[in-house]
């Protein structure tokens, strides 16, 4: 009997919730008359934001520079990062399989945004459509972005006179979620990126300015630009577009300005920097694996147990002149990794942006990204101008360097070939290129060819 009282009361309980709440909106669902808002439009624009953030920060550095000698992985990693270390990649191996989700779960993202806005155009304003128009270049030059970075990862280096043979990459445009591409060529997959930026220049105009830029502007296109001409050995072209914004935004060039860079995410050479607050910083992922530090208040310094530490070659770029030693590098860190204690010197340019801290000891290991900088521009004209000459290329990296503290170089001092670990040879002035840009600490490189 009180089965059948209980089935009989959770019956009315039932009806009465359901008779009430008929006209009620489920909470996490978009109703058919505000899908296509401009709030929405904004929306998947900004959810694609977010995706960049992640793709520029955290492993998606760390796990590369395991793989090129920059870092050394730490007895305590718990084999965090083993495979990449060991140069043991493997299709199943959940760093490789990791990165390709996520660039292809950005791009699935940027075409559902583009056919989202694509189809919310007829209900918007004049000018809502403009806005809109822009946010579609955003997506088109995202794009291109995002399937130039995969294939550094997982194509080979491009190659003029190989490339309409060079395996490429899947080149998503439409939202497919089932979607099963082939490859296609290199050649292919740098004609859509072509394409895909032609078109975002028709509507992303808005010259940019050195001062807090968060959103794609056509300087930062100028800047993806001589990144690309330089890789499709395009010299003559990467030299023009990283020097045409020299003017704009001025090098730092002193050691103070060069810690609230990256300390308050502050400087005149951001010329797209990502918007990140502290109450957003998780959209980016944690560099705290260089340092995993505590504070001793005792004794009033910390106490590190880094998971990567930086190898000795790359210890030995920083000199004393140098503003980035202090700032790129803890040394004399107390150091404990797995019970064994002991003095060494770690990556510390990723601290995070202390604005973001709770307190004034509680590392964050957060910045806000800073997908183009001046300085890599200098470093994309001298390698250029080398290309197109090996007498050129000495100005703009002496440029970089007396910026940075460091005393220019003459042609003397780069005359030399140096040989390589592995037996190949360079011209000194390449290998003063190749250390300015390890000296970064975490270079872009390439790493799950195939």
């Keep these: 009997m009180k089965k059948i009282i209980n089935s009989i009361l959770a019956f009315v309980t039932l009806f009465s919730v359901t008779s009430c709440d008929l006209d009620m909106d489920p909470e996490t669902a978009i109703r058919p008359e505000d899908a296509y808002t401009m709030e929405y439009c904004e929306g998947v624009r900004g959810y694609v934001y977010v995706d960049l953030k992640a793709l520029l920060s955290g492993g998606f550095y760390s796990i590369p520079d395991l793989y090129v000698d920059v870092l050394n992985v730490c007895i305590g990693s718990g084999n965090q990062g083993i495979y990449p270390f060991n140069w043991r990649l493997h299709p199943t191996d959940q760093d490789v399989t990791s990165f390709w989700s996520s660039y292809y779960t950005t791009m699935m ?5 583009i056919r989202h806005m694509d189809a ?10 403009k806005k809109v128009d822009v946010y579609k270049g955003e997506m088109y030059f995202f794009r291109a972005y995002v399937m130039h970075r995969a294939a550094l990862l997982f194509c080979e280096d491009y190659d003029p006179d190989k490339a309409a043979d060079q395996l490429g990459l899947p080149y998503l445009k439409e939202w497919e979620p089932e979607a099963k591409l082939a490859r296609g060529t290199l050649a292919k997959l740098y004609e859509n990126v072509e394409a895909d930026l032609v078109e975002a220049e028709k509507t992303v105009t808005a010259q940019g300015t050195p001062t807090d830029q968060i959103y794609l502007t056509k300087d930062a296109i100028t800047a993806f630009r001589a990144e690309l001409a330089l890789h499709l050995h395009q010299y003559t072209e990467a030299s023009q577009y990283a020097q045409s914004l020299y003017g704009t935004y001025p090098l730092v060039t002193t050691a ?29 992922n944690s560099f705290g694996s260089y340092l995993n530090s505590s504070w001793k208040p005792n004794l009033g310094e910390y106490f590190y147990a880094p998971t990567y530490i930086p190898e000795q070659h790359i210890v030995k770029l920083f000199k004393d002149a140098d503003f980035r030693t202090d700032i790129f590098l803890v040394k004399n860190a107390n150091v404990t990794i797995s019970g064994n204690k002991g ?49 050129k290329g000495l100005d703009p990296l002496n440029q970089l360097r007396t910026a940075r503290g460091l005393t220019a170089l003459t042609a003397d001092d780069v005359k030399d070939d140096v040989t390589l670990l592995d037996g190949t040879k360079i011209s000194g002035l390449f290998n003063a290129f190749r250390k300015s840009a390890a000296a970064r600490c975490l270079p872009r490189v390439r790493v799950f060819t195939t």
């Design 343 to 391: 003095v060494g010197v770690l990556i510390g340019k990723f601290r995070g942006n202390k604005n973001f801290q709770t307190n004034t000891t509680t590392l964050v290991y957060r910045n806000r990204p800073k997908m183009f900088r001046i300085s890599q521009m200098y470093l994309v004209d001298a390698e250029a101008q080398y290309r197109l000459d090996p007498a």
């Design 109 to 113: 993202h940027i075409n559902y945004a």
């Design 120 to 129: 919310a155009y007829e209900y918007l304003t004049p000018d809502e459509q």
């Design 256 to 284: 103070e300005g060069l810690e609230r860079m990256w300390r308050e995410d502050t400087s005149t050479e951001n010329i797209l920097q990502l918007e990140v607050l502290r109450t957003t910083m998780t959209t980016v």
